[in-house]
């Protein structure tokens, strides 16, 4: 791998709790979001629901990180977003930067993509808001977006499940990097990113060396990289920001990391819903409360009418199975093919 303290900067592709700013209604919202092929059809739910909720005056940018969506579903994601109120950008993400990321279940290298939003947008750009691929967005993104950075690398949610880095599914080596265990750890689905001191501090080139130098601490993915180069030096948003299922294990406020009035805002009027496990709306009869709404937002784009039907949980576990044996087998040719290297070249 190339050398992380000198990453390339890349622009778009060829192919296609804080204080409120004043701001322009003109200014667009710059929202970040990255996906692959297989979260084409959320992502489009995802556009479709911030579009939805937004004031009419204001202006939304996006620009997606494009992992291998297919044209025909880059086709439909144009239509959901078929509005003078919205433009999309396609950026194509350099994936040699992130061979040596660790990948797990359902957790591809496009979690990662995040990570380099500093690098991929251009430099003009200073501030963006970043959003996870498996959220329906009930509010209004503009007051998200009007909410002061001030010095603070990022704004996040406290994650309601891993409130601190000390936390039994936070950090692993936390003492080790002498983070004090009171710090708090946040869900990065939902980030408002100050890109420029981000740029500044190249926080991605430092995450990403975390990455590669600790894997054996790695749980979280990406997030375990932001929170533990970030540990801080991140501003606190408010928890209906970004609601976590997490929150629905808690018998009340009290067993959980914020307020009452947080707690009671983030459960019954969230501004996002994050569906943040393996379980999701479009590939689980797992229950949800907000299952139909998710639903009520994809009817609004050229996936109207698609639901999880038994006919697609049974193609669904042939996909897995034949991945399943495939990469089986490729771990196999790979374990044959050092033995017959080591016979051909051995000593003796």
Same mark, same amino acid.
């Given at each position: ?11 778009? %592709?060829?192919?296609?709790?804080? !204080?409120?700013?004043?701001? %322009?209604?003109?200014?667009? =919202? =710059? ?6 092929? &297989? ?10 629901? +911030?579009?939805?909720? +937004?004031? %009419? ?21 144009? !239509? ?48 963006? /808001? ?6 329906? *967005? ?18 996040? *949610?406290?994650?309601?499940? =891993? $409130? ?43 995450? @990403? ?8 601490? @790695? &749980? ?26 997490? /929150? ?21 009027? $969230? ?9 999701? $709306?479009?590939? %689980?009869?797992?229950?949800? $409360? ?25 193609? &669904? !576990?042939?996909?897995? !199975? ?27």
């Amino acid at each position: 791998m190339a050398s992380l303290f000198c990453l390339p900067r890349f622009g778009p %592709s060829s192919h296609d709790k804080g !204080k409120i700013m004043t701001t %322009s209604t003109k200014e667009s =919202i =710059i929202i970040v979001c990255a996906a692959d092929n &297989r979260y084409a059809m959320p992502l489009a739910v995802v556009i479709r629901s +911030v579009l939805e909720n +937004v004031r %009419s005056d204001r202006l939304c940018t996006f620009f997606i990180i494009d992992g291998g969506i297919s044209q025909k579903n880059k086709n439909k994601i144009l !239509k959901v977003s078929d509005s003078k109120q919205c433009i999309i950008t396609w950026l194509k993400p350099p994936d040699d930067i992130l061979d040596n990321m660790k990948v797990s279940g359902h957790i591809k290298v496009a979690t990662y993509y995040k990570i380099l939003i500093p690098i991929l947008l251009p430099d003009n750009y200073c501030k963006a /808001i970043y959003l996870d691929s498996d959220l329906i *967005v009930q509010g209004d993104l503009g007051k998200l977006w009007d909410i002061n950075i001030e010095n603070n690398y990022l704004l996040a *949610v406290q994650d309601s499940g =891993i $409130p601190y880095v000390s936390s039994y599914y936070g950090l692993q080596n936390y003492k080790e990097l002498g983070i004090p265990l009171d710090y708090k750890y946040f869900n990065a689905g939902v980030l408002v990113l100050n890109l420029e001191k981000m740029r500044k501090q190249s926080t991605s080139t430092q995450v @990403i060396q975390y990455l590669e130098d600790n894997k054996q601490h @790695i &749980r979280w993915h990406d997030q375990d990289g932001l929170n533990a180069v970030l540990a801080g030096k991140w501003g606190e948003l408010e928890p209906r920001w970004n609601q976590l299922p997490s /929150i629905y294990n808690n018998s009340s406020w009290k067993d959980s990391p914020f307020s009452q009035e947080e707690f009671t805002n983030a459960l019954k009027e $969230p501004y996002i819903i994050h569906f943040a496990s393996s379980s999701k $709306p479009w590939n %689980s009869t797992v229950y949800h $409360p907000a299952n139909d709404l998710f639903f009520h937002y994809l009817d609004m784009t050229p996936w109207v009418g698609w639901r999880w039907t038994i006919w697609r949980r049974i193609w &669904r !576990k042939i996909i897995q !199975k034949i991945q399943f044996y495939k990469e089986k087998y490729q771990g196999y040719c790979g374990v044959q093919k050092a033995v017959r290297f080591k016979k051909n070249f051995s000593c003796g």
